[in-house]
């Protein structure tokens, strides 16, 4: 059984996993909410010495994304109450594989809260670079993720993920400073980490510490998403 307090941050950080969907469309009903960005760069023509370049630039309101993000969080959030991973349930292979859903779930919010923080924070952005950052940090986190399942893993194949993930951080770093969302991509990082914690710091995790770590980051970056909503 889990202990009061693995009890307790369950039933808040579901709870709030599930409102944030609301507090989100509240705020949806009186502000406009951003405008993101996305632009492709190509030559008008390959025979041409100079290297003449055009630039198309995609402009998007943030509300579709946001909701879609704030949707499956909430659903997220929702199913993993109804779960409730027991403590007594070990975090091995075999428990994600009988819990596959779920955890394609989780994974599906972190890439869309990536995506829509990139998308807010770098915008304009490139279609390449946005592909590269968001599907390259998630991957990096979901195979850090699952080291443990890893027998005899050495120590160097967990520094060089997380070198990987170092790298995809700073070229993230080099268009959000330049924006003055600086705040943003901490946070970013912050709760990034909080994976990586909930999934790697304990040294035999059992389901409902590893439901909690999820829970909470969805909570913490659904606050980032808000807050870049008002922005």
């Given amino acids: 059984m889990g202990s009061q307090s693995d009890d307790t941050m369950h039933n808040i950080a579901s709870a709030f996993g599930m409102a944030q969907v609301f507090i989100l469309l509240i705020f949806m009903s009186n502000y406009d909410g951003p405008t993101l960005s996305i632009y492709t760069a190509y030559l008008m023509n390959a025979t041409d010495t100079l290297h003449t370049m055009d630039i ?3 402009m998007f309101a943030a509300s579709p994304l946001y909701l879609l993000t704030s949707f499956t969080t909430c659903v997220f959030a929702l199913t993993t109450r109804r779960l409730s991973p027991s403590a007594d349930l070990a975090y091995t292979m075999e428990s994600i594989r009988e819990l596959s859903p779920w955890d394609f779930g ?3 919010t972190v890439i869309l809260h990536h ?4 998308l807010f924070m ?4 490139d279609w390449y670079f946005l592909s590269l950052t968001v599907s390259g940090i998630t991957l990096v986190l979901l195979l850090l993720s699952r ?6 893993v050495s120590q160097s194949k967990s520094n060089f993920l997380m070198l990987i ?3 995809l ?3 993230l770093y080099t268009a959000v400073h330049r924006h003055g969302h600086m705040g943003f991509l901490a946070a970013t990082i912050v709760m990034d980490s909080l994976i990586l914690v909930g999934h790697t710091f304990d040294a035999n995790p059992n389901m409902q510490t590893i439901s909690n770590s999820r829970l909470v980051y969805n909570a913490g970056a659904s606050v980032l998403l808000v807050i870049s909503f008002l922005k």
């Fill in 147 to 152: 080291l443990p399942f890893v027998e005899g």
């Fill in 165 to 167: 993930c170092g790298a």
């Fill in 106 to 108: 989780f994974w599906c």
């Fill in 122 to 125: 770098c915008a304009p952005v």
């Fill in 169 to 171: 951080y700073f070229t």
């Fill in 56 to 58: 198309e630039v995609d």
């Fill in 115 to 118: 995506a829509s923080m990139v």
